[in-house]
């Protein structure tokens, strides 16, 4: 699919520059998503939100893809729009592959293949999608989200001049764009903003103005079309879709790329769109939820993501304490030592009159400011990052533990401080938007002291709160009983 005819390209055997292991979840996965369509003996678009094997496959595909743009320095909200899209990419690859391997499952007498021949038979299709072609798929998801991420922080005070990497590898179509010079906003931009292909690794910089000659638009956009045009076999301009602007339309693949056009793909992306988020206005009658109706959204917020819960959401309760604002309790086995049943959360309708915060009706109000359109107060939005924080301490794959008061201080503080930096992801799948998540790390109310100390500490060691969230999240998911050990052990690497 990703193979261009001309000289230049057939000599451009490049591999992949990223760990070969991360290959290694996403073939698991694709061997349970094609075991998975060989038992249901068929295959429809609709599948694809109701089928945990090709949900998985989907979920694989998009990290991998995440891991090519995440290392960028892109804006949050250029990021989120990008990440957004290789989640629809990656569902829609995924429709693509099924739908070419179920084409594949009947003998000629129109029964169902045994498994080992069916598996035989898709063996291209597998290594073809989920190597070959996401090989090319990875490489132009760097290129494409460092332009993104440039355009985000484009400047009208410069000109951008079109640039290659100056090799011989580079295409002589692409090496007729250098050094094309005009304003940010000609038109030339919106269609030939690099990269431009397949591999390709132009860029475009910003220069001052009146230091470069400003090109000839028309002229520029000639040689672009000249560039971007390769007449396949089917008579159809092959290169056609890389005529897009990743930065102004905030994607990181062509939106015409082939799976888009594969049957089944408006469907796919439907389906998408209800899996990534709920939508409250399906749940709330009123202006205001209810009790029942906010156990209703987070139970239903729990099947959205199961991962968020290591023994799945039995029950939300609602009571009058003065003790906590929000908390998450399991049951365990002295025998077996082990967690027995699902997580219960829950929420105080106390008023803590000291910060004049109730946290059920704050909750409440920030779930209608949802329905509504409305942005929510700091109260409101802070009510999330509370329940997130007990979520959190829900999907720890930590066994049951007794902490002296000095784990219980390490593991509340790395658990305050994870979840002050991540709850916009917990507010966007229930449909809202966080605004004030710089106020919330800085006056959030749970734990403050503690957290205050932290940041500071890893300002004084030069540590970048994103990167140490990056590193305390997988201590935390897997045994926060050790966190404190590994928070010296953190320093200790990171003393300059």
Known sequence: MYDCDCDDCKTQNQTLAFDKDKFKGILNSVEKAFKQLHKKGNYKPEDIGNTKAYKDLIKETSGILNGAISDNDIPEAMLKSLKEDTFIFSGLKTNAQLAEASQLLLTENGKIKSFSAFSK?????????????????????????QSAGNWANISNDYDLQYRTAGDDRVRDSHDALRDVTLPSDDAFWLSYYPPNGWRCRCNAVQVRKGKYEVSDSAKSITKAETATSQIGKDGKNKLAIFRFNPGAQKVVFPPTHPYTKVAGADKVRKELKKQDSINIADFIKGDEPTNKEIKNILMSYAKLS????????????????RSYMMQHSMSYSDKTGKWVGGSKITMSSHEFSSIKFNPLEEFKGGLAAIKSGKKMTFNQEYSFESLWHEILHAKTQTAPRKLSPVGIKNMETVNQFCARHTYPDFIKKLGGEAIHQTE???????????????????????IDEKQAVKDFMPHLMSDYSSIGSKVNEYFIANAK
Do not use: H
């Open 306 to 321: 199961p991962e968020d819960f290591r023994n799945g959401l039995d029950d939300i309760k609602i009571l009058k304490s």
């Open 121 to 145: 038979d898709v063996e291209s299709i597998k290594e073809n999608y989920n190597q070959n072609y996401l090989e090319a798929e990875y490489q132009f998801a760097v290129s494409s989200s």
């Open 440 to 462: 919330i790390l800085e006056k959030g109310y749970g734990y403050q002291g503690w957290i205050n100390d932290f940041r500071a500490k890893l300002k004084t060691y030069g």
